[in-house]
């Protein structure tokens, strides 16, 4: 992705990317809009950081945004500070219709109005309109390093009051929040696999120098033969990718079962997508899993009980409540953008 002056040179399927993100704003036409990015300059942070500065401006002037008249853009970019990196970046977009909004200052312990656009990016630690931090590094212990964190904000519009934290919840509030963003949530693997190898055989093959299990591949028992599922440690490849996108992969879900520890505290709408990752980065390739792990729907906007009570009121029967990707059908990258448009009596709230 290259940069002159305020234009933007995207690959092919960040252009999707960023065009499906525009078409899915223009038809749910939210009142306020976040999202939340993964990966702030990508898999190659140190080469493509650079780039961000210039699709943030890209998006902040674009057509389909000229109506948003307040934005708060914060930015993880820092990469040469292992201690605070965590690559992730949100975005917030008020409609101009929305009048009073206002946002918490952690610092001061209040609620300030929002006015004007700003990005923050270079010390989000001592930014005093979020709530920053990374995990410790012993929460990862088979990991070198690791960017894994969140953000926090806090926002008083209309008749709500809530909090949004990207990636995963950090404590209990009695306000209502929504929690969205990459959580690696995966299927229970063994039951997958009994499910998808009932009748097959397993063979394993270990290791020559220490003896340790080193792949597993499973054989029907007729058919010559054939390979079923192949298992190794960044392989999962099983013959079928189908049984993933059929109805959606809603046959798996009885096997997505990580969110339950939370069942208390969190809950999600109704899942009606097929699983979220790992998607083939070719560009060709938009509906294909790639083989490196069994497909699951990591990439979930969840909510308290009380964020759900607002979504779920009577009155807003009326209204579609939407949760579902973005761009089935063409690359957006190894994951698909989960989106959920979540109707108020008095505003859409839509999330990326």
């Not at 970046?89 to 209040?110: P, R, V, W």
Request: hydrophobic share 35%; proline share 4%.
């Amino acid at each position: 992705m290259k940069c002159h002056r305020t234009v933007c040179h995207f690959p092919s399927f960040l252009t999707c990317v960023f065009s499906l993100s525009l078409q899915t704003v223009q038809t749910h036409k939210p009142h306020f809009l976040a999202v939340h990015c993964q990966e702030v300059g990508g898999k190659n942070y140190e080469a493509s950081m650079s780039h961000v500065d210039c699709f943030v401006k890209e998006l902040l002037s674009s057509d389909a945004m000229k109506e948003y008249s307040r934005a708060r853009v914060y930015l993880d970019e820092n990469y040469k500070s292992q201690e605070h990196f965590t690559a992730l970046g949100s975005f917030y977009f008020i409609h101009e219709s929305l009048k009073n909004i206002h946002q918490f200052d952690f610092k001061a312990k209040k609620f300030k109005k929002v006015v004007g656009k700003e990005t923050y990016s270079d010390t989000l630690e001592s930014t005093p309109s979020l709530e920053k931090e990374k995990f410790p590094q012993d929460y990862f212990p088979e990991c070198k390093w690791s960017r894994k964190g969140f953000i926090r904000t806090r926002w008083a519009l209309a008749d709500w009051l809530f909090n949004i934290s990207f990636l995963i919840l950090h404590r209990f509030e009695r306000l209502p929040y929504f929690v969205f963003g990459d959580f690696n949530f995966r299927l229970d693997s063994k039951q997958v696999i009994e499910t998808f190898c009932s009748t097959a055989t397993m063979q394993t093959v270990r290791a020559a120098d220490t003896n340790e299990v080193d792949k597993l591949i499973f054989r029907e028992s007729d058919n010559d033969r054939k390979v079923v599922l192949q298992l190794e440690k960044k392989l999962f490849s099983y013959v079928n990718q189908d049984v993933f996108r059929e109805n959606n992969g809603t046959s798996l879900l009885e096997y997505d079962k990580e969110l339950s520890v939370f069942k208390d505290r969190l809950h999600e709408l109704e899942i009606s997508f097929p699983p979220s990752y790992p998607y083939s980065e070719d560009s060709s390739q938009g509906k294909q899993y790639m083989n490196t792990r069994c497909p699951a729907w990591c990439d979930r906007i969840l909510l308290s009980a009380s964020a759900r009570d607002l979504v779920l009121k009577p009155e807003n029967e009326e209204k579609s409540v939407v949760y579902d990707n973005i761009g089935p059908n063409v690359c957006m990258g190894d994951h698909k953008v989960t989106m959920g448009a979540l109707p108020t009596s008095s505003l859409c709230v839509t999330m990326l």
